[in-house]
């Protein structure tokens, strides 16, 4: 629940744009995450009757991730999740592969011992996931796991940018099956032994080929 007042709970009073930056959020990790498929509309009345919150921040937030590209505003027919072309999605696919393998090579040169720990840490939450058929947070540790790997990378304008490209491909990645989450993770791992052993090369490679094959299953079946 996202409030934006000061009600029977007696919460503090969330100020205008820190509440259009929680709807923001909540709507584009529903998004990406698989909640709100391409095509499904985004009724305005009902997303705010869920989260709680005035029409307002979330016509806003429709707004805010249109320009992401997450969103579509078509006349007469109101917002909708964006649906990729099949150009389109080859294009988003070459160019985050591109640039993780980029930032996979800079991670080799620069990557310190500590982050090698906390990356191998978030490995073994994720294999230990895997391991248990467990799906629940493994999202999230995904998305821990290329953080660190961007931290690695010791590039912030580079991280930025794969962070807005990871957003707007993630829904690329996420009907994924039980072996195809299997070979990520140990595709994850083997991207971590590269780097670890200073091969900048194969770890960018790894981290291309990495990208394009998770994708694989949505390039073949719908981007035709």
């Known amino acids: 629940m996202v409030r934006g007042a000061t009600g029977a709970n007696g919460r503090e009073p969330i100020m205008h744009q820190q509440l259009s930056d929680l ?23 009902r997303i705010a009757q869920e989260l709680d919150v005035s029409r307002v921040p979330v016509r806003e937030a429709l707004r805010a991730l249109a320009v992401e590209g997450l969103v579509e505003v078509r006349p ?10 099949p150009a389109t999605a080859r294009e988003l696919v070459q160019i985050r592969a591109t640039l993780e393998g980029l930032n996979a090579r800079l ?10 720990r906390r990356i191998e840490k978030v490995l073994q939450e994720g294999n230990a996931k895997v391991a248990a058929g467990e799906t629940s947070g493994l999202l999230e540790l995904n998305a821990r796991f290329h953080d660190l790997l961007y ?56 981290a291309e080929r990495h990208v394009t094959r998770a994708a694989q299953y949505y390039l073949d079946n719908i981007a035709r």
């Open 23 to 45: 709807v923001i959020a909540r709507l584009r990790e529903s998004i990406t995450s698989g909640v709100y498929k391409p095509g499904d509309r985004l009724v305005e009345g």
């Open 76 to 85: 007469r027919h109101g917002a909708v999740v964006a649906s990729f072309d």
């Open 107 to 116: 991670a080799a040169e620069h990557c310190t011992p500590e982050l090698v």
């Open 151 to 206: 931290s690695a990378g010791a590039n912030a304008m580079l991280a930025e940018l794969m962070r807005s490209m990871r957003d707007r491909s993630r829904m690329l990645f996420v009907n994924a099956s039980d072996e195809e989450v299997r070979i990520t993770w140990e595709e994850h791992a083997a991207i971590l032994r590269a780097v670890q052993s200073g091969d900048a090369a194969f770890a960018a490679l790894l």
